[in-house]
């Protein structure tokens, strides 16, 4: 083997050393990026369902109407179901919150109303339909 002697030579070496580092590094490079290509999907080939699953929308306090009912503190984030229940009766507008968004049967709301189970029952179809009609008079006038 030749012994290196001359500077000349060193640098030789070096400058061979560093662009053979240099050259791999680039084929690592290639290779990283096949392999995101692989792996990647653009924004524009995904379905529809695909991108509704990736977005998230943020949510405020602002965005709910408040009802409170005894000592609950019920949020309603429809906007034509909070003003339907806002025009409802306090009573009616009770009951279908306890039944519906608290998940109380009606012997529990009826003790906790003080009235009779049957008189709950009534009450809550009746605010169903009252429900009902009011939210399609609010939807056809959105419209």
């Known amino acids: 083997m030749k012994k ?13 050393y560093c ?5 791999n590094e680039a084929i690592n490079i290639q290779k990283h990026n096949q ?6 999907i653009s924004f524009t080939e995904l379905t529809p369902e695909q991108l509704a699953q990736l977005c998230t929308c943020d949510e405020y306090s602002s965005d709910y109407s408040r009802f409170k009912v005894l000592e609950y503190d019920i949020a309603v984030k429809d906007e034509l179901l909070a003003e ?3 025009e409802l009766p306090e009573r009616k507008r009770d009951i279908i919150l306890l039944s519906y968004f608290l998940d109380y049967n009606d012997v529990e709301i009826a003790e906790l109303l003080n009235l009779v189970r049957r008189t ?3 009450q809550r179809n009746k605010a169903l339909k009252d429900l009902k009609i009011r939210m399609e008079g609010n939807k056809h006038e959105q419209d």
């Open 19 to 23: 662009k053979r580092i240099l050259k």
């Open 35 to 40: 392999y995101l290509n692989s792996k990647q």
């Open 84 to 86: 339907a229940l806002q």
């Open 4 to 16: 290196i002697t001359s500077e000349e030579d060193t640098q030789r070496v070096f400058d061979c």
């Open 120 to 122: 709950v029952n009534n």
